[in-house]
């Protein structure tokens, strides 16, 4: 690799545009957060489901990518003769079907699920923004379209970010509306904006014909003064869904998690009623004050989906949810320098050397053998020089060296040696396994 660049030339393969990949010196990172993501989910009663990354296009276009939505815009589609597949752009849809697919209705209502793993988007790639991410994200299936759920998975959110060492967590929170009062706010919608038509981009004209409540999504500045005048939705939903924000509000300040109202917050998928959020962190690195980086990012979203069973075929089934995007929580990590426990890693903790073919072959089994009771090696086999061993012992991170010379192959021992305090001892070989394990404690 090295070679490649000091030539200053590009390799002949390079990984496709928008595509994250997780080298090794970032799963510190990753684990760290899936650990805590996972643990504080099965916590909460929670367990793991993991459906298929392609799945039938039409299970998106019916739900979360009507006409106009960026899902609609961004999947990909999978080359068949027949059939008309996509990688999936999200994973909510995905447990839905599965949901249905495997009669999860018959279980103890809700199910509570989690999943992790890739998504895709053919977006345009940019900082926090991959044509290939992961999330991880929750699922609150079925029962009672029960208020209490949605703060439970605000609430889960919430505890992840703060467990991972995120101080500023705050989560925005608006209601959409249901089947019952979203024509209507639709019209009232469009009729503002048809208004003030000549004042907003070209996007938003079309958006408020084909899909009018995207209008909310629209970050040109052009359009912010229309947008800041809107209607608000507070206002126009009916009074079983302003019952329901207000109990989801009340929820939350029972369990002390701060939100902000938002009333033009909207989400870019279409399956979404009622309640819907978003989840940001403060982003500034460390050592920047507060005021000089007053820059939150988002780093998850949700909200309740009441009819998305329904609209891939199922019977009309309460849910709410909420997914992380992962690479960014990791950025945000790294750059605020949130600590990670160290891991000690038992695995690195003794190395190997051999001088001499013998020696070479005798030490195969020897450290199979050390392997077998539980002891981490690490070896240098295609390396014969003693001193180029030594230094991969030590660059390892190694804390103790068995050795095996001509002279131990023969006498049936091997040399012990720490390495932080250089005192070595000679061992019979059967009893090397047990020392070592003394030694590494
Ligand atoms: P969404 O599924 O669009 O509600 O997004 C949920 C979260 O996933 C967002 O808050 C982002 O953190 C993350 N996310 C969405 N799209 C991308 C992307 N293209 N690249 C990286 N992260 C993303």
């Not at 793993?117 to 923004?129: C, D, L, V, Y």
């Not at 101080?167 to 925005?172: A, I, N, S, T």
């Not at 903790?349 to 195969?364: N, P, T, Y």
Request: glycine letters at 8%.
């Amino acid at each position: 690799m090295e070679k490649e660049q000091k030539k200053n030339k590009k390799p002949a393969f390079v990984a496709v545009k928008g595509i994250y990949e997780i080298m090794p010196a970032e799963f510190p990172w990753w684990d760290r957060f899936l650990e805590v993501a996972e643990g504080v989910s099965k916590f909460y009663n929670f367990e793991r489901i993991e459906t298929g990354i392609v799945e039938n296009a039409d299970l998106f276009l019916r739900s979360a990518g009507g006409e106009g939505t960026d899902v609609h815009k961004e999947m990909f589609f999978i080359k068949s003769n027949k059939d008309k597949w996509v990688l999936r752009p999200e994973a909510t849809a995905s447990v839905a079907r599965a949901y249905i697919e495997y009669g999860f209705s018959r279980l103890q209502q809700p199910v509570k699920l989690f999943y992790f793993g890739p998504m895709f988007r053919h977006e345009n790639p940019q900082a926090g923004r991959y044509r290939e991410f992961r999330q991880f994200g929750v699922e609150i299936i079925g029962g009672e379209n029960d208020p209490v759920f949605d703060a439970q998975a605000i609430s889960l959110a919430s505890r992840i970010l703060k467990e991972i060492g995120f101080k500023d967590v705050v989560v925005e929170v608006n209601s959409i509306g249901c089947r019952v009062c979203q024509p209507a706010i639709k019209k009232k919608i469009q009729k503002y904006y048809r208004t003030n038509i000549k004042k907003v981009c070209r996007d938003c004209q079309t958006r408020i014909d084909v899909n009018p409540f995207r209008v909310f999504d629209c970050k040109r500045e052009e359009c912010q003064e229309v947008k800041k005048a809107a209607p608000v939705f507070l206002d126009l939903v009916c009074s079983n869904c302003q019952k329901h924000l207000k109990d989801v509000l009340e929820y939350l300040e029972e369990l002390s998690i701060s939100y902000e109202l938002n009333n033009n917050l909207v989400r870019g998928l279409d399956y979404y009623d009622r309640t819907v959020f978003e989840i940001f962190v403060e982003a500034g690195s460390k050592g920047e004050k507060k005021e000089e980086n007053a820059s939150k990012l988002a780093v998850g979203g949700g909200g309740r989906y009441d009819y998305l069973i329904e609209m891939i075929g199922g019977r009309p089934t309460a849910g709410v949810g909420f997914s992380f995007g992962v690479e960014r929580i990791i950025e945000i990590m790294k750059k605020k320098e949130i600590k990670i426990p160290a891991q000690k890693n038992k695995y690195k903790s003794v190395f190997f050397v051999h001088v001499g073919e013998v020696a070479k072959k005798r030490s195969l089994k020897l450290v199979e053998e050390l392997r077998k009771n539980g002891v981490g090696v690490i070896e240098g086999l295609s390396k014969d020089s003693f001193a180029k061993q030594l230094k991969m012992a030590d660059k390892g991170g190694a804390e103790v060296a068995v050795i095996l010379g001509q002279r131990e192959v023969f006498e049936e021992s091997v040399i012990i040696k720490n390495l932080k305090t250089g005192i070595q001892e000679t061992v019979p070989v059967e009893k090397m396994a047990e020392e070592v394990k003394r030694h590494i404690k």
